[in-house]
């Protein structure tokens, strides 16, 4: 009796995914919960877990194959144990090595191998026939392609020598094509609707964060004792924005066709970089949260961000972004919106300038801000206004807690 693993139910508003990687191969033994598939979708990368101990029987759809909601993904031999062949692995294991080899040929005719063994074979100008297979009915697994190129890295080095030269001359110039990820591919719609959609401008201004680095120092060690986290900046920039965002509502709304919606909410979007790409996840309700719950909400949403572990709840909604170029050494961009957001404010490297302070030259940490905005919904009194906010209260944190 086999069990089948299927695609979990994706959210509302995904049509399809696509299957990313496989961490387990047909014949390997799986543990109850143990995840043995990632589906990616354009928002969000869901662990598909092992629903009982067994061995994994068959992979049904292979990496970058396209799927639905509960659709076949895979069997599962439950209870069984590794080492004890099915049927399939049985006719497989009796066959000869030449049986297996023709069978890996006409599963490449018959386009059976997975598109990271097609991607790996091309980017080492392989055939299948070049490698021998391992997998079930002798399929070529990327173990298989490793263990073939380790191979031809240990042959004599008199072997070497005898190759011709272009070919190696050919090898260094060599490229790489892979295919975009679904969260890559929608970064890049969203950029572009973002671009060609919004009537997009920038207004920067500059805040001397000296304030903040001496209230930090002084408190440092105490918040972090009663609260269990680090005190860090971005507490304060959200905190500020939020303020700002009360003042200048008109920053805190978005178009809807010819609507303007005002939100009387504060969720805001805090830009992190992942290995999949950039992701928004939302810190809701930030003017009711205090600094502590801040930094424990963006540290959160920061390492699930890193472990594609966020929910599409996570991602979705917002009123308006925060991005930190600043940790990457960025001095100055101009961020681009996040729609239907009507702002984005872009944080940057925090740099020792000289500054003239009533008429004298005094070397401060100083750094920029940039606030990128619709113009057809936002206007220059607004946008300035709205910028200046921020960086009065940055430089005056008490402003903050006294709420002037």
Do not use: C
Not at 18 to 31: D, F, L, M, S
Not at 188 to 211: I, W, Y
Not at 379 to 393: A, I, N, P, W
């Amino acid at each position: 009796m086999t069990v089948e693993i299927l695609v979990p139910d994706l959210p509302e508003s995904v049509a399809d995914a696509t299957v990313a990687t496989w961490h387990k191969q047909p014949g390997e033994a799986v543990a109850r919960d143990e995840v043995i598939v990632e589906i990616e979708t354009d928002k969000v990368v869901l662990e598909v877990p092992a629903p009982d101990d067994g061995v994994l029987e068959a992979i049904v759809e292979e990496e970058g194959a396209t799927v639905l909601s509960k659709q076949l993904l895979a069997r599962l031999t439950p209870g069984a144990v590794a080492g004890e062949p099915t049927k399939d692995k049985t006719d497989s294991s009796e066959a000869s090595p030449d049986k297996r080899h023709k069978a890996t040929l006409t599963e490449e005719t018959s386009d059976a191998l997975s598109p990271a063994v097609r991607r790996l074979l091309g980017e080492h100008n392989l055939e299948p026939g070049d490698v021998k297979g391992t997998g079930v009915g002798g399929r070529i697994t990327r173990e298989d392609i490793e263990a073939h190129l380790a191979a031809a890295k240990d042959a004599p080095a008199s072997e070497a020598a005898e190759e011709d030269v272009a070919p190696a001359a050919v090898a260094a110039r060599s490229e790489k094509r892979v295919p975009m990820t679904r969260l890559r591919k929608r970064i890049a719609e969203r950029l572009l609707e973002a671009k060609n959609s919004t009537a997009m401008l920038t207004t920067f201004n500059e805040v001397n964060m000296k304030p903040i680095m001496e209230l930090r120092k002084q408190y440092q060690d105490q918040f972090e004792k009663r609260h269990g986290i680090r005190l860090g900046f971005m507490s304060f920039y959200v905190k500020a924005v939020t303020e700002a965002l009360k003042r200048y509502p008109e920053v805190n709304a978005s178009l809807d066709g010819d609507d303007i919606v005002y939100h009387n909410f504060f969720d805001i979007s805090i830009a992190v970089s992942t290995p999949r790409g950039l992701v928004t996840p939302v810190l809701k309700d930030a003017d009711t949260l205090g600094f502590a719950q801040v930094e424990k909400g963006i540290k959160e949403l920061a390492l699930k961000g890193r472990d594609g572990k966020l929910t599409v709840d996570e991602l979705v909604g917002g009123n308006f972004t925060i991005t930190n170029g600043g940790v990457f050494g960025s001095l100055m961009s101009t961020p681009i919106i996040n729609p239907p957001q009507a702002a984005i404010l872009g944080m940057h490297k925090i740099q020792d300038r000289a500054m003239v302070v009533d008429g004298k030259v005094e070397i401060l940490p100083m750094m920029y801000l940039a606030l990128s905005y619709d113009h057809r919904l936002i206007d220059g009194r607004e946008s300035v206004g709205f910028l200046v906010t921020v960086k009065e209260l940055l430089e005056d944190p008490a402003r903050l807690l006294l709420d002037i």
